[in-house]
């Protein structure tokens, strides 16, 4: 038989042990409250794109951290090595040649825009339209002019025409000056999805205003920033997204 004392040790105990218990998940609960999970309603961003665009092409950022906050995308490589469309967690690099590689996450970015995609609006287009019937289809669903959305069009693309730049060393040149020498691709009657977002009048110079989309094939072998196209029986689905983190040079 125990004695009292042991009785009333082993209590105090288990008092001592709930408590602790209780301490813990209270403060686990106000750490979460205090601070929300990156989630789809994120937009991560490396670097403005103004000053990105001025020729501040030299990579600081991994693709390894890019990663943790986005499974969908755009951007480019470390000395503008290509376009990066970055879709279900694969981030593709298009270079200049148009052979579609697959990033590894040593790589480096100097401008990127990822999200968790979650859709929360789809619009079905039996089309055919081009790329600028497109977008006004795209805008006049868009719920808000002030939010930043995250679109993804998927389906036929009867032709589309994509581009890419070649690698650039220092003295960087801008953007404007490379893109005088781009590659561009045509492409007739593929499975393709198109990656990007619409980012609000207000942001400008933060990012690209209205619609950025780059296009990777279902195939994986072709893609780029999407410069021209015809869909037809395509899916556009909208993420919209209200939190925004910039990560700065
Ligand atoms: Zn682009």
Redesign the pocket.
């Known amino acids: 038989m125990p004695s009292r004392n042991a009785l009333v040790f082993i209590g105090i105990s288990v008092i001592i042990l709930v408590s602790c218990a209780a301490i813990y998940a209270y403060w686990q609960l106000s750490a979460n409250a205090a601070m929300p999970a990156e989630s789809g309603e994120t937009l991560f961003q490396v670097a403005m794109f103004n000053v990105f665009s001025m020729g501040n092409f030299d990579g600081f950022f991994t693709f390894g951290e890019l990663a943790k906050h986005g499974d969908f995308g ?1 951007g480019t490589f470390d000395g503008l090595d290509g ?1 990066m469309v970055a879709l279900n967690g694969v981030f593709y690099q298009v270079p200049y040649s148009g052979q579609v590689l697959t990033a590894n996450y040593s790589m480096k970015t100097p401008y990127a825009t990822v999200t968790f995609f979650e859709p929360d609006q789809t619009i079905h287009i039996a089309g055919p339209v081009n790329y600028a019937e497109l977008q006004m289809r795209i805008d006049e669903s868009l719920p808000s002019d002030s939010a930043i959305y995250a679109v993804k069009v998927s389906g036929t693309f009867g032709y589309a025409k994509t581009r890419s730049v070649p690698a650039q060393t220092e003295p960087y040149p801008t953007l404007a000056e490379v893109v005088k020498n781009q590659s561009t691709f045509t492409f007739a009657n593929i499975s393709a999805t198109a990656v990007g977002f619409w980012f609000p009048r207000s942001m400008e110079g933060v990012d690209y205003v209205g619609f ?1 989309l ?1 296009l990777v094939t279902d195939d994986h072998l072709g893609g780029g ?1 999407l410069l021209e196209c015809i869909v037809s029986n395509v899916t556009v689905e909208l993420d919209q997204t209200n939190r925004y983190t910039l990560v700065l040079p």
């Open positions: 755009i376009e950025h780059h920033h």
